[in-house]
């Protein structure tokens, strides 16, 4: 199992330093973020800070650009970090694609589709110099001149997709490297909805399932001292109330047999009632989506839990530890018990 670090709520300018840091502590890949930056940007200033390491988009918003710009800004990272750089990419919700990047929404999972066979249409002409002629239901690329060509190269793009339901788990299984799952999940989810379904895209393909990479930032609750525990124990409780209160994710819920929990929770939300809502996560709930101890339980606790499911993962909330023995001996722990 691979060990992953997020960039998750760092600006820009701090990409740089922290994946140069990430990659001499042992981590194996670096995630850039759409959260509070363009996560192309960042995975710029992530790849030209680094050597080894992956860096990936975790993700893209696809309908908040087109497949022209995602496949400019693709195939100018995978030539910059010599074939390094992966591209994740999601489709949001509704509401932010409508109204915080004015863009139009329709049909997610087909528009995504059509979305990833024009990005490889436009990276086939770059890589062959054949003409672009791509006309599909949602894209339509027909113009690609020489001066407007990128240098060619033969690197491969891999392109992964967040998937949280059925149908979109089964495009990754079909059409993509890999899928990025949330963090927001539970091991019966994953048995019954989201590995059938990646298994009937991997059918229709004709492919295996070691064709696709499963990735995840696992929320992992850590601490050294009762203290430490306890207030991370109601951050996380918080985040996981903030996800359970949206429709989406009430299947997962429902898994475990929670489902009822997430319209309570939505109508708090709509009253604005944050601060009551991380009360709601009882332990049950609490212990089927977390991950808990110190740093070092980390990786038994993700290889018992997850082993078999994932291939790589990070931790949602970040480590508590900067010190680099604690580190290299955390992510040791993470490759051995995927060979044990």
Known sequence: ??????????????????????????FDGVWATESVTDVFVQSMAAVLSTERVSVGTAIAVAFSRNPMTVAYASWDLAAASEGRFLLGLGTQVEAHIER??????????????????????????WRTGGRLKYEGEFYRHTLMSPVFSPPAHDLEIPVLISAVGPRMSELAGELCDGAILHGM?????????????????????????????????????????????ERERARARDQIAFYASTPTYRPVLEAVG??????????????????????????????EIVLEGAPEDMAHLAHARFGGRLDRVSSYFGWPTDDPDRIGAIIAAFHEGATS
């Open 185 to 229: 999940t539970n091991t019966a989810y994953l048995d019954t909805v989201t590995r059938p379904a990646i298994e009937r895209g991997l059918a229709t393909s004709g492919r295996r399932r070691d064709a696709l990479s499963l990735s995840c930032p696992l929320f992992m609750v850590m601490g050294d001292t009762d203290a430490d525990l």
């Open 100 to 125: 915080r990047f004015s863009m139009p929404w329709s049909s997610p999972v087909p528009r995504l589709r059509d979305f990833i066979a024009a990005l490889r249409a436009i990276w086939h002409a």
């Open 258 to 287: 929670y489902g009822d929990l997430q319209p309570e929770l939505q109508q708090l939300t709509r009253q604005g009632r944050w601060v009551e809502m991380g009360a709601l996560i009882d332990d049950e709930l609490y212990g």
């Open 1 to 26: 199992m691979e060990l992953d670090h997020s960039l998750i709520g760092h600006a820009s300018r701090r990409a740089a330093s922290e994946s140069s840091r990430a990659e001499a502590l042992g």
